[in-house]
């Protein structure tokens, strides 16, 4: 095999591979907000209408971090009156805790 054959195909089996991966991260269905996982994130707006007796709607997500491994803290904006709520929850959207904030 001739030196161009060979690094032909090494360029094919690169480019090859270099597809593979790209679609395989844009196949990813993991939104983030602020690093908390889509999972978590809907999880807690769910437990936040129940909760809080509000649509849906009615809840912004404001941001997120992460006070721990695998924990997320997600602050929400709860009604009109965008009162400041934190929604806790775990990495496969399993929610641990949901209060209002203290006003500042």
């Known amino acids: 095999m001739t030196s161009d054959r060979i690094l032909?195909?090494?360029?094919?089996?690169?480019?090859?591979?270099?597809?593979?991966?790209?679609?395989?991260?844009?196949n990813s269905t993991a939104l983030?907000?602020?690093g908390a996982p889509d999972v978590s994130v809907r999880n807690c707006v769910a437990a936040a209408a129940r909760e809080f007796k509000v649509a849906p709607a009615a809840l912004a997500v404001m941001s997120s971090?992460?006070?721990?491994?695998?924990?997320?803290?997600?602050?929400?904006?709860?009604?009109?009156q965008k009162r400041s709520a934190v929604c806790t929850a775990d990495e496969n959207g399993t929610v641990l805790g949901l209060v209002y904030k203290r006003p500042e």
């Open 8 to 26: 032909s195909r090494s360029l094919h089996a690169g480019a090859c591979l270099f597809l593979v991966l790209a679609l395989a991260a844009c």
């Open 65 to 80: 971090s992460t006070p721990r491994d695998g924990v997320y803290a997600i602050n929400l904006a709860v009604g009109p």
């Open 32 to 34: 983030r907000v602020g």
